[in-house]
Structures are given as structure tokens and as C-alpha cells.
């Protein structure tokens, strides 16, 4: 059971660049997230997503772009990568529970991105 | 707003020592909490819940509505607790969005 895959592990990127950070998990989960994690920080939600087909903003999403065309799979897309990015990335999945409660986040092992 | 404040980055304790990391949290509809660990070179994981109001590790939090907060604590710290611990708050209704905190790293030293 691999839960919450993460790829790459590891990018650099030049300024300008575009890329795409793929985060699969395999437990059938319906809402999937992405946060980045920033010294002093914590971690800040990006995009997140409560089944295919739905995506909403979270608390820093300038910058980056998701879709959510399967259950499985949630990409988060830098358009045009800027320092300011440079961060470690994680990817979060869990089932939306039941009367209004969360179900405990599982999480991917993250992915450390630079930004030259 | 919503809003979960961990005001120590670091806490430096000795083996055997109580620990206390506090967690303060600002939602005006019915909060959920987490506290989540981080160990070196490990993934981010659930460490409990609020609502199962059970010990992991000889880890407890106790939600305390009147003071909006949900401290971590532990009477007798372990070298193998030292990681990063961050506390959560879960939006009511909301699927799985949560509000981290900014985290506190924990260090035990022998």
C-alpha cells in the first residue's frame, strides 16, 4: 500500500521555468491538498480539492495551477517559477468524513524545489 | 479569521523532563484539532486528535474552549521525541482543509 506517492523528490528550476508536481495516492480518498512548508511558517495550503472534477483556492495559490481529472491524481502546476517558490512541497490526501468532521491528512513525502 | 498559533519555534528540554508545547487557536465555528509530527527524514504524521481524546507515544492535548487552546504534553520526554510538531485546526464542514500552525521543533537532549 503505497498511500500518498510524491514525484520528484528533488528539482531545480530556473526562473521562468515551468513544471509539474504529480501526487498520486491509491486509498481511494476524496479530497486531496497541497501545502508548502517554509521555515518559521508551517505549512500553508495552496490549492485543495473534495473530488474530481472540483479544485478551490487555499491560502496561497498566486502562482500555481491544479486540476483534479481523476480521483487518484491532484498535479500542481508552476506556471513560471519564481524564487520566491522555492520551498518543500507536500501533498496531502484524506476521506471527507462524516457530519462536518475532518479524517486525519495522510501525507506524501514531499518534494524540495529551488528556484535559481 | 481562522488561526492556530504556536509561539515557541524551538523548546530544548532534558531526557526525562516534562514537556509542554502550546497551541492557541482562533475559529468562530466548532473546531477540530490536530497535532502532527514531523520526525527527521520522515514524513508528516498524525499524532492525535481531540476527539479521541486518547495517549499516543504518552502524548495528550486537552481542548480547552474557554482559552482556545489544545497544548501537546507529555510528563516524562523521550530522546526519540525530538521532531517538528504541528498543531491543526480543522474547518467544520469543510472536507479535510486544515490550518497549520507554524510549528515548534522539539529537542531532547540527553
Known amino acids: 500500500n503505497a498511500g500518498v506517492t510524491q514525484t520528484p523528490k528533488f528539482q531545480v528550476l530556473k526562473t521562468g521555468q515551468s513544471m509539474t508536481l504529480q501526487c498520486a495516492q491509491d486509498?481511494?480518498?476524496?479530497?486531496m491538498s497541497w501545502y508548502r512548508q517554509d521555515p518559521g511558517m508551517g505549512l500553508r495550503l495552496i490549492h485543495y480539492?473534495?473530488?474530481?472534477?472540483?479544485?478551490d483556492q487555499g491560502e496561497v495559490p498566486n502562482g500555481y495551477n491544479v486540476s483534479r481529472s481523476t480521483t487518484e491524481d491532484f498535479p500542481l502546476r508552476l506556471l513560471s517559477a519564481a524564487p520566491s517558490q522555492t520551498s518543500v512541497y507536500f501533498c496531502?490526501?484524506?476521506?471527507?468524513?462524516?457530519?462536518?468532521?475532518?479524517?486525519?491528512?495522510?501525507f506524501g513525502d514531499g518534494t524540495r524545489l529551488s528556484i535559481l | 479569521a481562522q488561526r492556530v498559533t504556536q509561539p515557541e519555534k524551538l523548546l530544548s528540554v532534558f531526557k526525562g523532563a516534562p514537556v509542554e508545547l502550546k497551541c492557541n487557536y482562533s475559529y468562530s465555528g466548532s473546531p477540530e484539532l490536530f497535532w502532527y509530527v514531523q520526525y527527521s527524514r520522515q514524513r508528516l504524521q498524525l499524532l492525535l486528535r481531540h476527539i479521541s481524546r486518547e495517549s499516543i507515544k504518552g502524548f495528550t492535548a486537552d481542548l480547552n474552549k474557554g482559552e482556545t487552546s489544545f497544548h501537546l504534553k507529555k510528563p516524562f520526554a523521550q530522546e526519540e521525541d525530538s521532531a517538528m510538531y504541528y498543531c491543526?485546526?480543522?474547518?467544520?464542514?469543510?472536507?479535510?482543509?486544515?490550518?497549520f500552525g507554524q510549528g515548534t521543533e522539539l529537542s531532547v537532549k540527553p
Open positions: 491543526a485546526l480543522g474547518l467544520y464542514n469543510q472536507g479535510g482543509k486544515l490550518i
Open positions: 480539492s473534495v473530488g474530481a472534477g472540483i479544485t
Open positions: 496531502a490526501s484524506s476521506s471527507t468524513g462524516t457530519g462536518g468532521l475532518n479524517q486525519p491528512q495522510h
Open positions: 486509498m481511494n480518498h476524496e479530497y
